[in-house]
């Protein structure tokens, strides 16, 4: 994810963001005024963003200042709350009345959210590496994507609850004031292009007054942000420089990350010295994980790593291999270090040959792949993505949103798009693939965006899950006798981070073959130039599960329809950014004849209703709900499974 987000409280914007983050993650010297410390590490002053600024009196791009930083963040107030509280008391009235005057609403512990932008890592090595044009082209493409991003902040996910259990909810019409703050470098003192977007949670009301932004709404829409941002900021810099996306896998078995063509992976690798740091400490972690026992010398967890327990150890292993923030120095410096130590790792001739080798790249791949976005097509691959990457299948509106953006930049490679598209693309798939499962207890839960959902039909012929192994029939984790003694030693002859140690499959794969199936179902699956009959698509193999419920037939009088063999081509030019082998292909055409004998089986037992059968069915093993294993720190004996 290249958008992360924070909380700021207040309090800690005097202790941190003043000291650190808006001096470059430098430390700024005490009594030293803020413009002078950000000269001295070389980073440029703050800036104000949103469309909230005018309400406070702000323009937008004027330098954030250090008193405004103070009264807004550090204590929730009006940025100049020090002039509008002297002109009262110049005027007579009381320290109260005073102070209340520059007062934005009641006050509040958290004064804010930090917003992190970080393109990706090809885009930041153009950054560093190339030339002057190239760098301001990507800073300006950076920029442009965060003003998008916080306008759809805006208008989208910024909420301000009042009355009781907050069952009045406006969007700000106002907008929202933010102070954004560039960086550099990493701490490992490599190229990392990223901003600091600090939101202030204050906003007006339709009502005129001040209120605050709810913070979990934000958090819930982290993901959306982050692949609108992705990709918003990789098409500005493919159109202005000529260049295009492709996909790449970083981790076996995860969604590929999309990443300028061209670029060679060895330069990457160059800047992932901090990657390869949590992956060794992230094995470590792992292994201690998998043999921790509780006081009775049973195993604690598991005996093998689910997906959301690395999670969990992730960001532990990043905080355990966290190097000291080194001394903040000037771009132009920085960049004269990084072409050189660039130069040394991998050559000048491809250091210097950057931008043409990217170049040369996007005059080949946009001859080959054509950018042609089918929203049909998209809304099936998107809700089957969604509905096996999310526990339990079910889903809101934002998931399918985060999922649609990753599917228009997989498919456009860089190109720019019409802004709706992705809105189109998950209102097909909500109106024909989704079905709204939503209980309400709330008045929140009445709203779009908290709706419920859970796909239409059934994928119960793809390989169930696997269970974790039990501590009986998995792999012996061979815990130590003593509960108090360590994990057992690594082997002499591994090095740090190469421990054998039982993980267990991501789903992502298992997502990518399930829209694969659910789409070589439909009559007339093309992608390039041939007519989508949407009609057709919804009078699939299984008009029972793939019609919407309110236009379904009786489904027990349902006739059966020819089923159409998987076209093998279409699907080929369908997945080709995936770059799937022959094997998968025929994967997935077994899966998919495995997808049809399910229907027949289905229709099958209603004929059998229909003639007062009685025979119990057998459960699928998809039936049955996985079981999640605990998650580190959850080391109570009731937690481990029997």
């Given at each position: 994810?290249?958008?992360?987000?924070?909380?700021?409280?207040?309090?800690?914007?005097?202790?941190?963001?003043?000291?650190?983050?808006?001096?470059?993650?430098?430390?700024?010297?005490?009594?030293?005024?803020?413009?002078?410390?950000?000269?001295?590490?070389?980073?440029?002053?703050?800036?104000?963003?949103?469309?909230?600024?005018?309400?406070?009196?702000?323009?937008?791009?004027?330098?954030?200042?250090?008193?405004?930083?103070?009264?807004?963040?550090?204590?929730?107030?009006?940025?100049?709350?020090?002039?509008?509280?002297?002109?009262?008391?110049?005027?007579?009235?009381?320290?109260?009345?005073?102070?209340?005057?520059?007062?934005?609403?009641?006050?509040?512990?958290?004064?804010?959210?930090?917003?992190?932008?970080?393109?990706?890592?090809?885009?930041?090595?153009?950054?560093?590496?190339?030339?002057?044009?190239?760098?301001?082209?990507?800073?300006?493409?950076?920029?442009?994507?965060?003003?998008?991003?916080?306008?759809?902040?805006?208008?989208?996910?910024?909420?301000?609850?009042?009355?009781?259990?907050?069952?009045?909810?406006?969007?700000?019409?106002?907008?929202?004031?933010?102070?954004?703050?560039?960086?550099?470098?990493?701490?490992?003192?490599?190229?990392?292009?990223?901003?600091?977007?600090?939101?202030?949670?204050?906003?007006?009301?339709?009502?005129?007054?001040?209120?605050?932004?709810?913070?979990?709404?934000?958090?819930?829409?982290?993901?959306?942000?982050?692949?609108?941002?992705?990709?918003?900021?990789?098409?500005?810099?493919?159109?202005?420089?000529?260049?295009?996306?492709?996909?790449?896998?970083?981790?076996?078995?995860?969604?590929?990350?999309?990443?300028?063509?061209?670029?060679?992976?060895?330069?990457?690798?160059?800047?992932?010295?901090?990657?390869?740091?949590?992956?060794?400490?992230?094995?470590?972690?792992?292994?201690?994980?998998?043999?921790?026992?509780?006081?009775?010398?049973?195993?604690?967890?598991?005996?093998?790593?689910?997906?959301?327990?690395?999670?969990?150890?992730?960001?532990?292993?990043?905080?355990k291999t966290r190097p000291p923030k080194p001394k903040p120095r000037p771009l132009a410096q920085l960049r004269a270090s990084w072409k050189t130590s660039a130069i040394m790792h991998l050559g000048a001739d491809l250091v210097d040959s950057l931008l043409e080798r990217a170049r040369a790249a996007a005059i080949v791949i946009r001859a080959r792949v054509a950018a042609v976005v089918d929203v049909a097509l998209a809304a099936v691959d998107v809700t089957a993505m969604v509905f096996v990457m999310n526990g339990g299948g079910r889903f809101h509106r934002r998931h399918l949103l985060a999922e649609a953006r990753r599917r228009l930049a997989l498919v456009l490679r860089g190109r720019r798009r019409d802004p709706s598209l992705d809105d189109q693309i998950v209102n097909?798939?909500?109106?024909?693939?989704?079905?709204?499962?939503?209980?309400?207890?709330?008045?929140?839960?009445?709203?779009?965006?908290?709706?419920?959902?859970?796909?239409?039909?059934?994928?119960?012929?793809?390989?169930?899950?696997?269970?974790?192994?039990?501590?009986?029939?998995?792999?012996?984790?061979?815990?130590?006798?003593?509960?108090?003694?360590?994990?057992?030693?690594?082997?002499?002859?591994?090095?740090?981070?190469?421990?054998?140690?039982?993980?267990?499959?991501?789903?992502?794969?298992?997502?990518?073959?399930?829209?694969?199936?659910?789409?070589?179902?439909?009559?007339?699956?093309?992608?390039?130039?041939?007519?989508?009959?949407?009609?057709?698509?919804?009078?699939?193999?299984?008009?029972?599960?793939?019609?919407?419920?309110?236009?379904?037939?009786?489904?027990?009088?349902?006739?059966?329809?020819?089923?159409?063999?998987?076209?093998?081509?279409?699907?080929?030019?369908?997945?080709?950014?995936?770059?799937?082998?022959?094997?998968?292909?025929?994967?997935?055409?077994?899966?998919?004849?495995?997808?049809?004998?399910?229907?027949?089986?289905?229709?099958?037992?209603?004929?059998?209703?229909?003639?007062?059968?009685?025979?119990?069915?057998?459960?699928?093993?998809?039936?049955?709900?996985?079981?999640?294993?605990?998650?580190?720190?959850?080391?109570?004996?009731?937690?481990?499974?029997?």
């Amino acid at each position: 994810m290249t958008v992360e987000i924070s909380v700021v409280r207040a309090g800690q914007m005097c202790r941190y963001y003043l000291r650190h983050t808006v001096v470059g993650d430098g430390h700024r010297p005490a009594r030293t005024p803020l413009r002078e410390a950000q000269e001295q590490a070389g980073v440029p002053a703050g800036r104000w963003m949103g469309r909230g600024l005018a309400t406070l009196g702000l323009t937008p791009g004027e330098e954030v200042t250090e008193s405004q930083l103070r009264n807004l963040f550090g204590e929730g107030r009006h940025p100049y709350a020090d002039r509008i509280e002297a002109s009262r008391l110049a005027k007579a009235d009381s320290p109260k009345a005073a102070f209340r005057a520059g007062a934005l609403g009641r006050r509040v512990t958290v004064t804010g959210a930090d917003f992190v932008f970080r393109p990706q890592p090809t885009i930041y090595l153009l950054w560093a590496l190339g030339d002057d044009e190239t760098r301001r082209v990507i800073e300006a493409a950076h920029e442009y994507a965060i003003e998008r991003v916080l306008a759809w902040i805006e208008d989208e996910v910024a909420v301000i609850r009042y009355g009781k259990d907050g069952i009045h909810r406006d969007r700000p019409p106002g907008g929202l004031v933010a102070a954004r703050f560039r960086h550099y470098e990493a701490r490992s003192g490599m190229p990392l292009l990223h901003d600091h977007l600090i939101l202030s949670v204050k906003g007006q009301r339709l009502d005129g007054k001040w209120g605050s932004t709810h913070t979990e709404a934000l958090h819930e829409n982290t993901v959306a942000a982050s692949a609108l941002y992705n990709e918003l900021v990789a098409a500005e810099v493919c159109e202005a420089l000529g260049l295009v996306t492709e996909p790449r896998t970083v981790t076996a078995g995860r969604r590929p990350v999309m990443e300028i063509a061209g670029v060679p992976h060895e330069l990457i690798r160059w800047t992932a010295r901090r990657s390869d740091q949590i992956a060794a400490c992230l094995s470590e972690l792992e292994h201690e994980y998998v043999t921790a026992v509780d006081d009775d010398g049973e195993p604690r967890f598991l005996p093998v790593v689910c997906e959301r327990a690395r999670a969990k150890l992730n960001p532990i292993a990043a905080l355990k291999t966290r190097p000291p923030k080194p001394k903040p120095r000037p771009l132009a410096q920085l960049r004269a270090s990084w072409k050189t130590s660039a130069i040394m790792h991998l050559g000048a001739d491809l250091v210097d040959s950057l931008l043409e080798r990217a170049r040369a790249a996007a005059i080949v791949i946009r001859a080959r792949v054509a950018a042609v976005v089918d929203v049909a097509l998209a809304a099936v691959d998107v809700t089957a993505m969604v509905f096996v990457m999310n526990g339990g299948g079910r889903f809101h509106r934002r998931h399918l949103l985060a999922e649609a953006r990753r599917r228009l930049a997989l498919v456009l490679r860089g190109r720019r798009r019409d802004p709706s598209l992705d809105d189109q693309i998950v209102n097909a798939a909500i109106d024909t693939h989704c079905l709204d499962i939503s209980e309400p207890k709330t008045p929140r839960g009445e709203e779009p965006g908290y709706r419920l959902y859970t796909a239409r039909w059934a994928l119960s012929d793809l390989e169930p899950v696997r269970r974790p192994p039990t501590a009986e029939s998995g792999p012996d984790p061979q815990p130590p006798a003593d509960p108090g003694a360590p994990a057992s030693p690594r082997p002499p002859d591994l090095e740090l981070g190469e421990r054998e140690i039982p993980r267990i499959p991501l789903r992502y794969d298992r997502a990518v073959l399930a829209g694969a199936v659910v789409r070589g179902k439909l009559p007339t699956t093309t992608v390039r130039g041939r007519a989508y009959d949407v009609a057709g698509h919804q009078q699939a193999a299984m008009p029972e599960l793939l019609l919407p419920q309110d236009t379904a037939p009786d489904r027990r009088k349902t006739k059966d329809v020819p089923r159409p063999a998987v076209d093998l081509e279409a699907l080929r030019t369908d997945l080709e950014a995936l770059a799937l082998t022959a094997e998968q292909l025929h994967q997935i055409q077994r899966a998919g004849e495995a997808f049809a004998a399910v229907g027949d089986a289905f229709r099958q037992r209603l004929r059998q209703d229909d003639h007062g059968d009685d025979t119990p069915r057998t459960p699928h093993p998809e039936d049955e709900h996985p079981q999640h294993p605990p998650q580190p720190g959850h080391g109570q004996r009731s937690g481990r499974r029997r």
